[in-house]
């Protein structure tokens, strides 16, 4: 038995596929959505709570990746409170995926939370506590 | 020509100064030279938001029935501890306090959620917080226990009173070891993987005025969103620090105590802070009026980023074991292209210190002036400056007698 938590990105001509209900069916997988929105253009993103025998689990893991949904481990997921930031940059250097990007002429630090592999590391980093863990 | 403070004033009251930021002062200069600029221009503004360890707040909470006197007792707000070696109702909270029951490092690195500088965040915030005292009782002050909630705007008087803020000049923080490890610089990745520094460089206040000709005891000055003073020098004024001809100190030199109504105060610009590993801290916006009295003070203020030096220091080993010695000298136009070159290693840098925020407060400081809202003030005593001799010197430890 295995329980995991992992986040499905969609291209958009997936987005409207009983994919779900396919890792239900014929994988015998468990799952509890904690978050799902669709981007008009950027396709879907589906966070799940994904529990079954290890074999199905491999093997249902192995049809979203044939299909073209992109798996991550989601160890959470992270969000910038705007409010909160003072565009400071410490963050910049520290990040692994390069999400953070300094504007050279305002000096404001961007978030790209689609580069973002939440890994956590800004999290307690910022000193204003500014980056969030969500569901 | 020279100009007076006064003499500006009565510009400002008649909305005639000309007032722009220690940015825009730059191109100014560069354009029209200084002579020119001097005479156009009344006042330069700067600005800073930074994290300032050594900043904290007093206030009178007003006579409880019964009395109680905390001095000399226990008192907390929000559970961090508060200072109370004072008469019965007022206390001190400062930035770096921590709640008795925070683990702080022993879980490393700890993540130090709530101290001193967040309490008094919630505080300006107009937060309800709770105070909570133990006293031993007096004839005069029988209670011997209080838990109450407070709120800014019940209390008799709220001071911001920092003894050290708007350092002129920081370190450049790299790590050396093969560790990852945590500072009041922020967390510092191993083999140089990040090159941390804390400025806004040419908005800097004292580095606008680098030799203190204008800026001194009694300047009126932003803070926190409200208007406060200079009062002193800061602890660790560190006049002597060897200068380039501009004047600007080539490592961490003068530092100023500041003092303003809390209650003017917004916590946008007093911002609880907390630093991995190594505790809490408050973020506090400055800002400094600089009045353009002559050619040498205007001159002083064109200074930009690629004139302004720091050293690199490892805070793996060289800062911890209070060694001297630099790994090297860059200027904060480097550091702001977001890589510096050291050890012949090309390492990414961040800042502690928000220049967007240094640049949102020369503006807000550039309108109260320009509206008339806020005049400048004759300082009635100038900080120790480069040639007095006046430094920081480290702890003389002597053993005790047991
Ligand atoms: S460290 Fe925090 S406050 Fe600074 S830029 Fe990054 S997210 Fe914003
Ligand atoms: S969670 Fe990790 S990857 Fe995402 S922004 Fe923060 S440091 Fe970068």
Redesign the pocket.
Known sequence: MITKRIVLHFPHRLADQPIVYKLVKDYDLEFNILKAYIAPEKGGLLVLELSGEDKNYEQGIQYLKRIGVKVQALS?D?IRNDRRCSHCSV?VP???????LVEPLTREVH?D?S?????????K?CPLRA?EVRF | MAKTIKEINEKIKKGEAVVVTAEEIIDIVEKQGVKKAAQKVDVVTTGTFGPMCSSGAYFNIGHAKPKIKLGGGRAYLNDVPVYAGFAAVDVYIGATALPDDDPRNKVFPGEFRYGGGHAIEDLVAGKDLKLAATAYGTDCYPRKELETLINIKDLNEAVLFNPRNSYQNYNVAVNLSDRVIYTYMGTLKPNLGNANYCSAGQLSPLLNDPCYKSIGIGTRIFLGGGVGYVVWQGTQHNPSVPRKENGTPCAPAGALAVLGDLKQMRPEWLAGTSMQGYGTTLTVGIGIPIPILNEEICQYTAVKDDDIYTQIVDYSEAYPQGKKGSLGEVDYAQLKSGKIVTQGKEVPTGNLSSYPKAVEIANILKEWIKKGDFLLSEPVAYLPGPDTGYTFNPLKERPVQK
């Not at chain 1, 520290?94 to 953070?100: E, K």
């Not at chain 1, 580069?115 to 999290?123: E, N």
Request: net charge neutral.
């Open positions: 959470q992270i963050c520290i990040c692994p995926a390069g999400a953070f978030f939370d580069k973002c592999i939440a890994c956590g590391v800004c999290v980093a980056m």
